[in-house]
């Protein structure tokens, strides 16, 4: 079946540094990756995704890249603010090669981001 | 557009109990689904439905029950509550193709004592 695996947290940093948080997955079939994010006492908003191997997704500064050969989906900013600590979720959504959807999405089990000013 | 709305925000229950946790988009999406969120496990899928009068299992459905009678509308039913089923829950919904995001309502957050 599909996993997600996402980089133990959780992850502090100062504002400014760069961040990194890693995601690997296992799907059969043409998967679609996104990242997710969950601040504070909210739910959860896309933040960024890619459909198919190569594509990169960018959304306020973060970026992912989706990499087939090593099954990963990074999550990459490189200058982090205080308004960016939340909770950041890695997701998968599977297909066949037809393109019918499973709709369902598998999630990592999430990273927590703290920034310091 | 209200997107996808959740009722009650948060609630308390007794081990026994039963309730019933809302649903409803005005997006008019096809695909609808239902999370819990624990903590250090993300996002598990309970139940989900790709259309009116179609209900399918995610990885833990047992104790809940769903039904989708509308296109808008998706309760979760738990029906006899236990302590295992504190939790944050979370609907959401999306059109059928798995390249689209899917919207999130806001959570309900559930405590059984």
């Known amino acids: 079946g599909n996993s997600v695996t996402q980089m133990e947290g959780p992850v502090t940093l100062s504002e400014e540094a760069f961040l990194t948080i890693n995601c690997t997955y296992t799907a059969t079939g043409y998967p679609s990756l996104f990242w997710y994010v969950q601040y504070p006492g909210e739910g959860l908003q896309l933040l960024l995704k890619?459909?198919?191997?190569?594509d990169k997704g960018s959304n306020k500064g973060f970026e992912a890249t989706y990499r087939k050969e090593t099954t990963s989906f990074h999550l990459e900013k490189g200058s982090v603010q205080v308004s960016d600590s939340a909770v950041y979720f890695c997701a998968l959504s599977g297909s066949n090669a037809g393109g019918t959807s499973y709709g369902k999405l598998t999630f990592g089990q999430g990273t927590i981001l703290t920034v310091h000013p | 557009n209200a997107g996808v709305t959740q009722t009650p925000k948060f609630q308390v229950l007794k081990t026994g109990q039963s309730m019933t946790l809302q649903c409803a988009q005005d997006m008019n999406h096809e695909y609808m689904s239902w999370y819990r969120q624990d903590p250090g496990m993300g996002l598990r899928l309970i139940h989900y439905s790709v259309g009116a009068g179609i209900t399918d299992q995610g990885e833990v459905p047992n104790g809940y029950n769903v039904s989708r009678s509308t296109t808008e509308d998706f309760p979760l039913r738990l029906l006899s509550a236990a302590p295992s089923q504190t939790s944050v829950y979370f609907c959401?919904?999306?059109?059928?193709?798995?390249?689209?995001?899917?919207?999130f309502g806001p959570g309900t957050r559930l405590t059984v004592l």
């Open positions: 890619a459909t198919k191997a190569d």
């Open positions: 959401a919904s999306s059109p059928t193709n798995s390249g689209d995001e899917q919207f």
